[in-house]
T-cell receptor
Framework: AQTVTQSQPEMSVQEAETVTLSCTYDTSESDYYLFWYKQPPSRQMILVIRQEAYKQQNATENRFSVNFQKAAKSFSLKISDSQLGDAAMYFCALVTQGTYKYIFGTGTRLKVLA | ETGVTQTPRHLVMGMTNKKSLKCEQHLGHNAMYWYKQSAKKPLELMFVYSLEERVENNSVPSRFSPECPNSSHLFLHLHTLQPEDSALYLC?????????????FGDGTRLSIL
């Protein structure tokens, strides 16, 4: 069975600082994809960043980057220079090549303090 | 402006009512999804449609009945719901099913069962 675990229900960060959100996963598949989605209070889930498991290089999208540790099955999201608009629920998700079914974590609520 | 539109945004209904949730995507995608989002739980995939055919049904109670008349529209018909069905219902679409393509989400319908 595939699982995604986000152990931090809530995190806070000061504006302009850096924060890291944790995600661990479990799958027996060797070919899979990992995603971070953001859900602001407006509710629409938006893709933040995506990582292919076969790529060793960590994905980066502007202020968002991941630390992908395949052996440890860890996929953390780093947000640099945090902005007020980053406040949202962040969901980690796993899609395996076999099932193509999205498995989501329980989410981490990020608060950005002015 | 979202490529996936859901109506209504909020719905309050009694357990004996019949109502429908609507989702429309303007992205030319071939796959559409219904998810249930409850507090402190991972998103639960309910149904998947690919080219108007249901390809996934995750043991969802029969009081939820999906309908996909064309690749742009997806409905979720509700009847005789229970209080535990109160949740945010999210619609999503992706280019194709059985792929690792990102999913695009709507704003959701907040459903409250009295």
């Amino acid at each position: 069975a595939q699982t995604v675990t986000q152990s931090q229900p809530e995190m806070s960060v000061q504006e302009a600082e850096t924060v890291t959100l944790s995600c661990t996963y479990d799958t027996s598949e060797s070919d899979y994809y990992l995603f971070w989605y953001k859900q602001p209070p407006s509710r629409q889930m938006i893709l933040v960043i995506r990582q292919e498991a076969y790529k060793q290089q960590n994905a980066t999208e502007n202020r968002f980057s991941v630390n992908f540790q395949k052996a440890a099955k860890s996929f953390s999201l780093k947000i640099s220079d945090s902005q007020l608009g980053d406040a949202a629920m962040y969901f980690c998700a796993l899609v395996t090549q076999g099932t193509y079914k999205y498995i989501f974590g329980t989410g981490t609520r990020l608060k950005v303090l002015a | 402006e979202t490529g996936v539109t859901q109506t209504p945004r909020h719905l309050v209904m009694g357990m004996t009512n019949k109502k429908s949730l609507k989702c429309e995507q303007h992205l030319g995608h071939n796959a559409m999804y219904w998810y249930k989002q409850s507090a402190k739980k991972p998103l639960e995939l309910m149904f998947v449609y690919s080219l108007e055919e249901r390809v996934e049904n995750n043991s969802v109670p029969s009081r939820f009945s999906p309908e996909c008349p064309n690749s742009s529209h997806l409905f979720l018909h509700l009847h005789t719901l229970q209080p535990e069905d109160s949740a945010l219902y999210l619609c999503a679409s992706s280019q194709d099913w059985a792929s690792n393509q990102p999913q695009h989400f709507g704003d959701g319908t907040r459903l409250s069962i009295l």
